[in-house]
């Protein structure tokens, strides 16, 4: 069966409804000898428990995403609601330079942003092709909980997660 080119306004009207989709903010991270690395994500899940299991997708432009195919290591470094800064600079080109400024540690062979809502480290299991990006299956290697509220993405504003108690009148 053909595939849909998407060009028919399909590409739009897709967009919209991802759009809807509120996503946790992530900067995944890999070290390019001494030099970190660094990108913001929405397109990260957990994908299984036994083992434990993350996927990530990268755009293949990315530069983190060369620096993981030499390391096949990375870090998910889940953000907080008080790091919408954080996930504006890393969505940026720059390289090392993202990271001026900003505290972070070696963690497991990976960088790791200190005060994120939560890290994992992760060896890449397989990369999968996925379109105009990469799919990263990632095996968890450390997982380290935060506390605090997370940062979302949703309707192209950063946001955070609210209980529904908490809203109704
Ligand atoms: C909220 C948000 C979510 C993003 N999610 C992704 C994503 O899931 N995958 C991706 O490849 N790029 C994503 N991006 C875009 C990258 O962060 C951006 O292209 C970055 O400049 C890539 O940097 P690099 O070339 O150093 O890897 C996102 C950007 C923002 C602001």
Avoid at 42 to 56: G, H, I, Q, T
Avoid at 71 to 92: E, P
Wanted: aromatic content about 6%; some cysteine; glycine content about 14%.
């Amino acid at each position: 069966m053909s595939r849909p080119s998407g060009d028919d306004g399909l590409r739009d009207r897709f967009r919209e409804v991802m759009a809807g989709v509120p996503t946790p903010v992530s900067v995944v991270t890999s070290l390019d000898g001494d030099r970190p690395h660094g990108t913001t994500v929405s397109a990260f899940v957990s994908l299984s428990m036994a083992p434990p299991m993350v996927l990530v997708a990268l755009d293949r432009g990315s530069d983190l995403l060369a620096v993981v195919g030499r390391t096949d290591r990375f870090g998910l470094n889940i953000l907080g609601s008080d790091q919408a800064a954080l996930a504006t600079a890393f969505a940026r080109k720059g390289g090392s330079l993202k990271f001026a400024g900003v505290p972070w540690e070696t963690a497991d062979g990976v960088p790791r942003l200190l005060g994120a809502r939560g890290f994992l480290g992760c060896t890449v299991a397989q990369p999968v092709d996925g379109g105009d990006h990469v799919v990263l299956l990632g095996d968890v290697r450390v997982a380290d909980p935060g506390s605090g509220r997370p940062l979302t993405y949703y309707s192209r504003d950063f946001g955070t997660h609210v209980a529904l108690d908490a809203v109704r009148p």
